[in-house]
């Protein structure tokens, strides 16, 4: 497998000194420019066939070791340097220097945030100048956008050295915004430059901040307060990257119903608010001390007691783990212990989040072992499995894992390429 060995012996390496201002204005960093018709949001980078501007250029491999790209490590625009946050490639899951091989399914991220000012009304893009793809190994990238998902195969784009991935409608919003990439298949590719354009020239970026709101919704479960009242659970998931606690104030419909102070890391907050017995708009703001941080229109429905055993997730150690841990229910010590399977055959067994297939459910799971492995399926018939990079090829069928149930004595999910619903109805409800 080829590497990307000119990432090696670079020569004439030029280094910047980390700006730590609101807005590093720099050869390497490029905020609020037109370029014809379109307003460049910003950009990371210069377009000059070079990604010696960026992290870990000067080390290669190594250098991307030493920053893995974390899912919630985010390279905050504005408040970031390039030089010191943004890694100069994004490897793929073939990639075994990047942490990813037969022991583990681990995914790299390329993860940015940034604070618009108001919500575009035209269409906008990520743009990728790119200085490399690896030559016998392109990779299929992901692009999310606030939770949105694009798939781009870099198969086809070969000799483009630019390119132009449009966002989803709507996916961008009025304050806080989370673009992530990572390859689903295939290798590396190089960055020269990464922008965000928009056809709506009078769309701008807000102040940067040192936080990112993840996301904002209402938990699908209800509770009871300590007089016996039915409350509902708004969660605010918010990314803090400064070490010191910072306290944001949650609005709805206009009115401060909370302030909470949010430490150093990823934490999902409850703001309990009175249960609705009709489906309710909602308004919601999360401000800091600069303004509105994150806004957002959501609705409130009715919805059942939570009961003591939703707490329990079934996929927690499934992301970057060890692979003998499956979301299906079981009983302590029990023979039987049913659960659907994604990982390769030989002695490997186990279920990875990451892996949006599946091979079937095993009515057997113990340590690294499984049996009796069993797949609903029809049409064409096959005598294979078909693996996770390639899952055409046999009977494993793709899956969003975003669709998925997993709780307590209950797993189900959708099979994609038979339309099969595995779960509670059919036959295979487990």
Request: aromatic letters at 8%.
């Amino acid at each position: 497998m080829s590497k990307p060995k000119t990432h090696l012996h670079m020569k004439n390496i030029k280094c910047i000194n980390p700006l730590w201002l609101a807005f590093p204005l720099c050869a390497h960093f490029l905020i609020g420019s037109a370029s014809g018709k379109e307003n460049i949001l910003f950009q990371l980078g210069v377009v000059n066939g070079s990604f010696n501007e960026f992290a870990g250029s000067s080390d290669g491999e190594r250098g991307y070791v030493r920053r893995l790209g974390d899912r919630d490590k985010l390279f905050m625009v504005g408040v970031d340097d390039p030089a010191m946050g943004w890694n100069y490639i994004l490897p793929g899951p073939l990639d075994h220097w990047a942490g990813v091989g037969y022991w583990s399914w681990r995914i790299n991220f390329s993860p940015l945030s940034f604070t618009l000012a108001e919500a575009p009304e035209k269409p906008c893009a990520l743009v990728l100048d790119l200085v490399d793809i690896h030559p016998d190994h392109p990779p299929v990238i992901r692009v999310e956008a606030n939770g949105q998902q694009v798939d781009v195969d870099l198969s086809k784009r070969m000799n483009d050295k630019q390119v132009r991935i449009k966002l989803p409608q709507n996916s961008l919003c009025k304050g806080s915004n989370i673009i992530r990439m990572h390859s689903r298949f295939g290798s590396w590719i190089t960055f020269d430059a990464v922008s965000v354009v928009s056809n709506d020239a009078t769309l701008k970026l807000a102040k940067p901040r040192t936080l990112a709101v993840q996301n904002i919704y209402f938990s699908n479960k209800e509770q009871k307060n300590t007089e016996g009242e039915r409350q509902s659970a708004l969660v605010v998931d918010v990314i803090n990257r400064i070490d010191s606690e910072t306290p944001l104030e949650i609005w709805v419909d206009g009115k401060k119903v909370q302030t909470h102070t949010f430490p150093r890391g990823r934490q999902a907050w409850e703001v309990m608010l009175p249960a609705e017995i009709v489906v309710t708009k909602r308004s919601v703001q999360v401000r800091d001390a600069k303004g509105v941080l994150a806004e957002k229109m959501l609705i409130q429905k009715p919805a059942g007691l939570q009961r003591l055993s939703d707490e329990v997730n079934l996929l927690a150690g499934t992301c970057n783990s060890r692979w003998m841990f499956t979301p299906g229910p079981a009983m302590p010590m029990s023979l039987m212990r049913i659960a659907p399977e994604n990982e390769p055959a030989r002695w490997k067994s186990g279920y990875d989040y990451q892996v949006e297939s599946i091979v079937g459910f095993g009515h057997i799971h113990e340590w690294t072992m499984c049996g009796l492995l069993t797949m609903p399926h029809h049409g064409a018939m096959f005598v294979k499995a078909g693996d996770r990079l390639h899952p055409d090829n046999g009977w494993r069928s793709r899956i969003d894992p975003k669709e998925a149930v997993a709780e307590a004595g209950k797993y189900s999910v959708t099979l994609l390429d038979t339309g099969i619903k595995a779960g509670k109805g059919s036959a295979c409800a487990y």
